[in-house]
């Protein structure tokens, strides 16, 4: 006669099936398709969940977190949320450091974004561009850098059609509003290693001009790039704070230079604008930065 061991029922805080990362009950065998899904959709949102700790300004202050901090802010088992996070970092959505063994969002999940955020930056950003050029009546740019370059991708006038002069066109990045808030993030080792010696201004200037476009939330430029047009430049930032493109208006100086500080102060508001549409919150002081030596 067949033995029957006798099991205490599965409670919330027993560990999940080793087979299921998530924690979630398995679907029985009877079970139809729509419960089935249901179970999936418990265990993605469980995923989520990790995934909004790990972006949290906690986890990106610290450089990660561990499985126990992590069970804590999700409120799960530490067994269950151990194995959920070792399914996503084999597939690359998150990783672990093999010093701390504490976990942060992975390249792949920050490639999925990259392949799929220039589209959305320039979709964002174009209505808000038509406001500003009709605002400021100038043709205004959406710009990103490109190794030593600033790339213009999109350029629209205040009127309803696009103006393509500029699209495509890679100027010096050292030389331009554009060029010194996309800067904002580099450090000075960083500068010295993207530019060497060919920057002009040397490199200790533009790091001074780079510090005071943080400042005042817009770089100016006055004649610097060619003879007798100005412009200013704002940050956009991407849901990470990073700053991703700027927002450019240039005009010849006899149009724009009486009204310059006033156009930068419009193009900031524009900026933050898209950085909203693209989800950056500003919550936080950014900490000091790095000094010049």
């Known amino acids: 006669m067949a033995r029957v061991m006798n099991l205490p029922p599965r409670g919330a805080d027993d560990p ?4 299921d990362p998530h924690g979630a009950d398995l679907p029985a065998a009877s079970s139809g398709p729509e ?12 995923d989520i969940d990790l995934l909004e700790a790990l972006a949290s300004d906690e986890a990106q202050n610290a450089g990660g977190l561990g499985v126990v901090r992590l ?25 672990r450091d093999p010093d701390t063994l504490e976990y942060r969002l992975g390249w792949r999940l920050y490639s999925l974004v990259a392949r799929t955020s220039q589209n959305r930056l320039v979709r964002m950003a ?25 790339l213009t991708l999109l350029s629209v006038s205040g009127h309803s059609f696009r103006v393509h002069g500029w699209e495509g066109r890679g100027v010096p990045a050292w030389q331009t ?23 002009t201004p040397p490199i200790p200037e533009l ?3 780079i510090q005071q476009a943080s400042r005042q939330g817009y770089a100016r430029v006055s004649e610097e790039f060619e003879a007798g047009l100005v412009g200013v430049s704002a940050p956009v930032r991407d849901f990470r704070g990073r700053v991703v493109a700027a927002i450019n208006i240039s005009a010849p100086k006899s149009r724009l230079g009486d009204r310059l500080d006033q156009a930068g102060r419009t193009t900031a508001k524009a900026a933050a604008r898209v950085s909203a549409l693209l989800g950056w919150e500003p919550r936080h002081t950014p900490a000091p930065r790095a000094r010049l030596t």
């Open 177 to 199: 509003s554009a060029g010194r808030v996309l800067l904002a993030d580099a450090t000075p080792d960083e500068l010295y290693v993207r530019f060497g010696t060919a920057s």
């Open 126 to 150: 174009e209505p808000v561009m038509h406001a500003l050029s009709s605002d400021v009546e100038e043709t205004s740019h959406l710009c990103v850098l490109s190794d030593r370059e600033v």
């Open 71 to 95: 069970a804590q802010l999700v409120g799960r088992e530490k067994t269950q949320v151990s194995r959920a996070l070792k399914a996503l970092a084999a597939s690359g959505i998150v990783e």
């Open 16 to 19: 999940e099936d080793p087979a």
């Open 207 to 209: 790091w001074a001009l």
């Open 35 to 46: 419960e089935a899904a249901a179970r999936r959709g418990h265990g993605l949102r469980r």
